[in-house]
């Protein structure tokens, strides 16, 4: 046992770390691709839809946007089949197969339309990892007091792949820190664009992830399929009192997912507005997630021992006004320490939201249960960069007031609808025996 989750947990977090950085490497790498001129949008730039004009800006929101769409609506459709078929490791090894295969063919294409098809075939793969990934986690632990930790864990190493991979991603494309230029690398005597070498980066940690969890990860023994037949989502708590509180926790991290998403489709006209360079806004970009890798562990646990509820409402306590600030401040490092506090409220969120859907999952529902939140995170990313490339045009600070105004309603929804799972008076479970 390492860093006190069980190992298998450990194999699942870095094998996410990996898919995550490959992952995180495309949404900084494929607005540039696209606006650098080696994909064709001639005839697409200024033509309407439904009545609206398609901007260069709008058409790298979709194409950021697709992967979370479809990633987001295969999630309840994969999470139910891992319960029923009691298979989760088949599922997730299918799904990192279908990354890098897609993730590998961005070279190859150059029309608009062709990225499109390809970042849909990333979205199916994700659909397929990401619910079966969660659920095992959510398997592994032996009782209440130990998941809030495991997903602490287990969030931590995805976002430190997630948060640190838009980092690298503009230093790989422009061959350093503070060059704004693409540039061209020597390999063996083979010329590879700085795009390309990015490409190769996120298939590459599509390799890892799945050498990693074909050696290291096995479907839990007692995984019974009691999933039932019907994919609706309860809307309605069982009692008819309120609405059900995994349905709210979904709705919740949407809205926090869609305030992260806000930021992607903005590069140009943040830097434009703040005087910076795209090294910058990646460390602005990934402020969230590094704020998440420093707090995401203690908080899940600590959700252990004191109950989940008290962080998910501190955490949009302070969500809503980081969120703001972002559309208001003048100032890079401002900018920076605005993200960095949202990172804060996240990781308020994140893993008590994900432990207390686990604590109400029934035995074999793990799957069904989570891909409710993690269908709704999905489809905030997705979310995000469309609204913001539409609302930015009715003024700069307009994406984040929405954003901010979204946070509120989750605070109100959390704090009527949501009850403890935790007996805080209960003792701390002892550790699980080490896994081979």
């Given amino acids: 046992m390492v860093l006190g989750v069980d190992n298998r947990v450990l194999a699942l977090a870095t094998a996410r770390m990996a898919d995550a950085l490959g992952n995180s490497f495309l949404i900084i790498v494929l607005p540039l691709y696209i606006a650098s001129g080696q994909i064709t949008l001639e005839g697409i730039v200024g033509g309407e839809l439904l009545g609206f004009v398609l901007t260069e800006e709008f058409l790298i929101g979709l194409v950021l946007s697709l992967f979370g769409f479809l990633n ?8 139910r089949l891992s ?11 299918s799904g990192l197969v279908v990354f890098g295969v897609a993730s590998a063919a961005y070279p190859f294409v150059s029309s608009y339309w062709a990225i499109l098809l390809v970042r849909a075939f990333q979205g199916i793969g994700a659909a397929l990892t990401v619910p079966v990934t969660v659920a095992l986690v959510n398997d592994y632990a032996t009782s209440n007091q130990e998941r809030g930790g495991n997903f602490g864990v287990f969030n931590t190493f995805r976002l430190i ?8 991603a503009g230093a790989v494309v422009t061959g350093g820190f503070g060059n704004e230029r693409v540039v061209t690398y020597d390999v063996l005597g083979t010329m590879v664009s700085g795009f390309d070498a990015a490409f190769s980066i996120a298939v590459l940690g599509a390799v890892v992830s799945f050498g990693l969890v074909s050696l290291l990860v096995t479907d839990p023994e007692d995984l019974e399929a009691e999933a039932g037949d019907d994919l609706a989502i309860a809307v309605r708590s069982r009692d008819g009192s309120g609405l059900d509180p995994v349905f709210v926790l979904g709705v919740a991290t949407l809205f926090m997912a869609l305030t992260i998403a806000l930021y992607a489709t903005l590069q140009a006209d943040i830097n434009s507005r703040l005087g910076q360079g795209s090294t910058l806004f990646g460390l602005q970009f990934s402020a969230v997630v590094i704020a998440n890798v420093f707090f995401q562990v203690p908080i899940g ?3 252990d021992e004191y109950g989940r509820r008290p962080f998910l409402l501190a955490g949009f306590v ?9 559309g208001i401040v003048l100032d890079p490092w401002l900018m920076l320490g605005a993200r960095f506090l949202q990172g804060v409220g996240v990781a308020c969120v994140f ?8 604590d109400l999952a029934g035995k074999g529902q ?3 249960q989570l891909s409710v939140l993690t269908m709704a995170f999905g489809l905030g990313v997705a979310l995000g960069p469309l609204a913001s490339g539409f609302l930015v045009s009715f003024g700069f600070v307009t994406p ?7 946070g509120v309603v989750a605070l109100v929804l959390v704090f009527t609808q949501v009850e403890e799972t935790i007996d805080t008076g209960a003792a701390p479970a002892s550790d699980p025996a080490p896994q081979d």
Avoid: E, N
């Fill in 72 to 79: 987001s609506f295969g999630q309840p459709f994969t999470g």
């Fill in 83 to 93: 319960d029923r078929t009691s298979k989760r490791k088949v599922y997730i090894l």
């Fill in 161 to 168: 792949g997630f948060g640190f991979g838009p980092i690298v």
């Fill in 301 to 303: 646990r600590l959700s």
């Fill in 318 to 326: 302070i969500l809503v006004p980081s969120v703001f600030l972002q």
């Fill in 351 to 358: 893993a008590p939201a994900l432990a207390l859907a686990g």
């Fill in 366 to 368: 793990s799957g069904t």
């Fill in 400 to 406: 984040f007031a929405f954003g901010a105004g979204l």
